[in-house]
């Protein structure tokens, strides 16, 4: 079965540092998300992208977030000054052309000291 | 909110017997898909069932949808301990686009006791 994958699988950083969190999304999949979830907490939604662009952004996707897709690969998210609060699990996610099963990559485990 | 509520948030039983989640939601949706989280560990895609679906059946899994009490549930039959893990559902919301954003709900922590 295909699969989403995501590196690091646990990431710790300082607050105020720079993480890019990176996703390599189903190869024929159009549409990509990245999900976070704080320990103990619900799944929620960050962003979506389709068609190298943002198609919609949660509140919680401030101007410290930002998504890119540099190559044909690769989808990555990019918190520029980390904060303790940004501690949490980070799923990358991607669906078929028209968005259907949606797969999650195994997630990335950010931890903000 | 158009997010799904699982219910029971947590259940515990015996291997062999079978357990059942509910979920429910607040707007009409396109598909609900359920997924298995494992604690600590990534979500694994489970089944999804479309608003013109009734039931579905995948191995010992099986879902209902009801949209008009806007409620699905999940039956795992003759479980394992194994099966031992979170349950999410989470619905797409029908938005009358191909966005494909996701809603989650809190929860069901199966339990299963060998």
């Known amino acids: 079965e295909p699969e989403v994958t995501q590196t690091p699988s646990h990431q710790v950083t300082q607050m105020g540092q720079e993480v890019i969190l990176r996703c390599v999304p189903i190869?024929?999949?159009?549409?990509f998300y990245w999900y976070r979830q704080i320990l103990g907490q619900k799944v929620e939604f960050l962003v979506s992208?389709?068609?190298?662009?943002?198609?919609?952004k949660s509140e919680i996707f401030d101007d410290q977030f930002s998504v890119e897709r540099p190559d044909g690969s690769n989808f990555t998210l990019k918190i520029r000054s980390t904060k303790l609060e940004d501690s949490a699990m980070y799923f990358c996610?991607?669906?078929?052309?028209?968005?259907?099963?949606?797969?999650f990559g195994p997630g990335t485990r950010l931890t903000v000291t | 909110s158009q997010q799904g509520e699982e219910d029971p948030q947590a259940l515990s039983i015996q291997e062999g017997e079978n357990a059942t989640m509910n979920c429910s939601y607040k707007?009409?949706?396109?598909?609900l898909q359920w997924y298995r989280q494992n604690s600590g560990r990534g979500l694994v895609h489970l089944i999804l069932i479309r608003s013109n679906e009734r039931e579905k059946h995948s191995g010992r899994l099986r879902v209902t949808l009801d949209t008009s009490k806007k409620s699905s549930s999940l039956l795992i039959t003759a479980s394992r301990a194994a099966d031992t893990a979170s349950y999410f559902c989470?619905?797409?919301?029908?938005?009358?686009?191909?966005?494909?954003?996701?809603?989650f709900g809190r929860g069901t922590q199966l339990t299963v006791w060998p």
């Open positions: 996610a991607s669906s078929d052309v028209f968005p259907d099963r949606t797969y």
């Open positions: 992208f389709y068609n190298n662009e943002i198609s919609e």
């Open positions: 707007t009409s949706i396109n598909n």
């Open positions: 989470a619905t797409d919301g029908n938005r009358g686009s191909t966005l494909g954003r996701l809603y």
């Open positions: 190869s024929n999949h159009l549409y």
